[in-house]
């Protein structure tokens, strides 16, 4: 939780600390990043070794609200990129209690893993660039992780 928080205060300093002028957006991408057809994804140092999860659906969900939603392509990697606003209007939370959550089920990509639960991974902060009059706030995976149904 405090690493959400240190995330959440650290992207909004960034944010605020930019001279925004008039016509300057504020734009969040995540990714690229792989998702593993596998429940454990320590990827360790060969990620080519690790099944990639094709054409699963993907959400940026932030709170109890889906903000985008996406789809990986036939090697599991997917992106995100949409307007700060989108994401805090629509959400009406930070991007700390934002999280990257794969709802197609698991046995899609491989028939032996569970039909139920989902993988999940929190988002982290990685820079911010500034092109022109467009800030960009950029977020990798964490990493994914299986949830087990509750």
Known sequence: MATKLVLF?????????????????????VGPSFVPCSINSSLGV???????????????????????????NASGVFSFSLDFTQVFLS?????????LVV?????????????????????VFVRTDVLGVRVVLIFRAAGFRYIPPT
């Open 9 to 29: 205060v650290s992207v909004m300093v960034a944010a605020l600390a930019l001279p925004i002028a008039k016509g300057t957006s504020v734009e969040v991408q």
């Open 46 to 72: 060969n990620v080519t070794a690790t099944p990639a999860f094709p054409n699963a659906q993907v959400q940026l969900q932030c709170g109890a609200v889906v903000v985008a939603t996406t789809t990986t």
């Open 91 to 99: 959400a009406r939370v930070g991007l700390s209690n934002c999280n």
């Open 103 to 123: 709802i197609t089920p698991l046995s899609t990509c491989n028939p032996t893993l569970p039909p139920v639960g989902v993988l999940t991974s929190s988002i």
